[in-house]
């Protein structure tokens, strides 16, 4: 049976629905939500509430998932410094807004990893980042140690596979004898491609078959909705996710990188002076 992979929706509901019609069409019989179903796009909610109206799915934990939980909960594993700082205006919203749907607390349940099992195959691991942190990066770029490190399973044997999102770009390497593989962002590309991208998975005679997609939509709608619902008007990052689903490009984590080398307040002049060093990079 194929199986749909895919992550970072990012309350994207448009690119939610191309992939699904897409991943239909393809034949998955199952779909495994990969964590950050939730925040940055206006459509947390409708996304989250589509993908629970479904009998198909299966889900694991990502961080924005539980960002949005320890945000409501002024949870104390989170600086105390940005619950009054507006940056984190859009955050907040997409917090109230699951809040008052009944749906913040759905994601608790939620486990950090899968485990797919086929007689012959290779075992395989699925988690948002890593089975250690849901913030950790697996990638094509991570070092074999590591990779040797993460794919001991528990029982004591090894994952020949390990599948991973949350870098909102598709890898799909061998590194030290092991199957690296990442899903690429449904909702929220950094590829410079807007395509909405997912990965289906199939068990066959010769082994695991690794099938990237990338499914084009109308981002007219979406980026509509980012004023309309008034998700826009609640602080800069809405606008730096917006700008992210527009270019297809990772800008809110080089920014705020940016930020933090040279202790800069995070506004709308910072911002635009950090647009203005990506331009002086980009080629006339």
């Not at 992550?7 to 393809?26: K, S």
């Not at 990442?182 to 491609?193: F, L």
């Not at 099938?211 to 008007?233: C, I, K």
């Amino acid at each position: 049976m194929r199986v749909a992979i895919l992550a970072d929706i990012h309350g994207n509901a448009d690119a939610l629905a191309a992939v699904l019609r897409d991943a239909r069409a393809q034949g998955a019989g199952r779909l495994i939500v990969n964590g950050d179903v939730v925040n940055r796009g206006p459509d947390s909610v409708q996304v989250l509430q589509t993908l629970l109206d479904r009998d198909d799915v299966t889900f694991t934990l990502g961080n924005h998932d539980d960002l949005l939980r320890l945000w409501q909960a002024r949870s104390d594993v989170l600086p105390p410094e940005w619950f009054p700082d507006p940056f984190w205006g859009a955050t907040a919203w997409s917090a109230d807004q699951l809040d008052a749907a009944g749906l913040l607390h759905v994601p608790a349940d939620w486990p950090m990893t899968l485990t797919l099992r086929e007689p012959g195959l290779p075992l395989v691991q699925v988690a948002h980042g890593t089975a250690d942190h849901y913030r950790e990066s697996l990638s094509d770029r991570t070092p074999a140690e590591r990779v040797q490190a993460l794919r001991r399973a528990p029982d004591g044997g090894e994952y020949g596979m390990l599948i991973a999102s949350h870098i909102h770009r598709p890898v799909n390497a061998v590194i030290d004898g092991t199957w690296v593989v990442n899903t690429g962002s449904v909702g929220s590309p950094a590829t410079g491609d807007p395509r909405a991208q997912y990965l289906l998975l199939e068990p066959t005679a010769h082994g695991w078959q690794v099938t990237p997609r990338a499914v084009l939509y109308d981002r007219s709608g979406v980026l509509g909705r980012f004023a309309s619902s008034g998700l826009l008007g609640m602080g800069l990052s809405a606008e730096i996710f917006r700008q992210e689903v527009i270019t297809a490009r990772s800008l809110y984590t080089p920014y705020w990188a940016w930020t933090e080398q040279d202790a800069l307040p995070r506004t709308q002049a910072t911002w635009d002076a950090f647009l203005s060093t990506l331009d002086a990079r980009t080629p006339g």
